[in-house]
């Protein structure tokens, strides 16, 4: 492998429905500081239907967007991303390539290490460069214990970094940079066919504004009936520990922690939840932290701005008694 050929940082920008996901403009972001250092450019890649407007990839910090155009870029077929970005890569041969940590991003991205014979750091939390010109890929390993840094020996050197990690690139509507269509390649093997999208009705966690979750301490569905009331009247989502997500309460979507997702709502309430490390990677960047728990020794209130000591089955009746009256008086 002739490392001196590998030039550039590549974002991969992930889609649906033509609207780009917000991780993308994180990664332009960090790909924006790698590249001061690194003296490379920022090039993007976006799969998407067609005529999307992919100019906002500029306005972010890409120099040039390569732009995969066709409406089947609006399923996730994995396969299909797949052949169509590992054959883009063999040619345009980055010298870094960055993923989100999405749920797709996460199933896409060892799919293309693994096509390319490369190397693949998962859930970065930061990268550097070093004196050698190598990209650093921190992540936290053993329960958030230690920080690992691993470098990669193969080319490209490929990372997908965690949701809400970086603030978002500034938007930039001067910036100039070039789109260039690329053809998708003939790929008709496709193992996956979506018959129907049920769209959720709930907001997607990552963005909720407010967080009701619950943990063991909840472990009823009559419990979890008052989280969903409660998370109404505040406008938010319910989220939960892996506990009640393994005992089966809550879909796993809802799971919030190290192998969940990792939130930043303005408020979190962690109901009969301990406060696992596993569970705190995952909330304790929210900027508002209510814990309500039987046990004044519980963890999670080490880091609650407000902790409550008592039973859930006491507190959150009468917090829901007032804040519905609050909610009739206006
Ligand atoms: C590799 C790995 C990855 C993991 N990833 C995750 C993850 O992503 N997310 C996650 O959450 N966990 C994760 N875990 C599991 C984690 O280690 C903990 O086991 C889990 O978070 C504990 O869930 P909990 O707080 O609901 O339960 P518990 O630790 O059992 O805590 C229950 C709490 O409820 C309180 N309580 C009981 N009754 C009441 C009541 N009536 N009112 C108020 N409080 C009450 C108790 O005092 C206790 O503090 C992971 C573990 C491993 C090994």
């Known amino acids: 492998m002739n490392i001196s050929e590998y030039k550039g940082i590549l974002v991969f920008a992930e889609q649906k429905d033509g609207i780009i996901h917000k991780v993308s403009y994180e990664l332009l972001n960090k790909a924006s500081q790698l ?22 990839l500029i306005y972010r910090g890409a120099q040039e967007v390569f732009y995969v155009e066709g409406d089947e870029f609006n399923e996730p077929q994995e396969l299909l991303y797949k052949e169509n970005i590992v054959a883009f890569i063999k040619k345009l041969k980055p010298e870094i390539c960055l993923f989100g940590a999405t749920s797709f991003g996460r199933s896409l991205a060892p799919r293309i290490a693994s096509g390319l014979g490369t190397g693949l750091t998962a859930d970065c939390t930061d990268l550097i460069i070093d004196s050698d010109r190598k990209l650093v890929q921190i992540r936290p390993a053993f329960s958030d214990n230690i920080l690992a840094h691993i470098k990669t020996k193969t080319y490209p050197q490929m990372a997908t970094i965690r949701y809400k990690e970086f603030e978002e690139a500034e938007r930039n509507i001067g910036a100039i940079g070039k789109v260039t269509k690329i053809e998708s390649v003939d790929y008709k093997n496709n193992l996956i066919k979506v018959i129907k999208e049920i769209k959720s009705d709930t907001t997607d966690i990552t963005e909720a504004e407010v967080v009701v979750a619950g943990g063991r301490g909840v472990n009823t569905t009559e419990g979890f009936n008052m989280l969903e009331e409660l998370a109404r009247l505040l406008g938010g989502v319910v989220g939960a520990s892996r506990t009640v997500v393994e005992e089966g309460y809550i879909s796993s ?3 919030v922690g190290y192998s969940g997702n990792r939130v930043k709502p303005k408020l979190y309430i962690a109901c009969g939840i301990s406060g696992a490390p596993q569970h ?17 020794s519980a963890p999670i209130f080490n880091i609650a701005n407000v902790g409550i000591v008592g039973d859930i089955y006491e507190i959150l009746p009468k917090l829901i008694k007032k804040l519905s009256s609050r909610v009739c008086e206006a």
């Open 253 to 255: 979507s809802q799971q």
């Open 280 to 296: 705190i990677a995952g909330m304790k960047e929210s900027l508002n932290i209510v814990a309500i728990n039987t046990d004044p």
């Open 35 to 56: 590249s001061k250092e690194l003296k490379a450019p920022i090039y993007s890649i976006v799969l998407g239907p067609n005529n999307m407007k992919v100019d906002e």
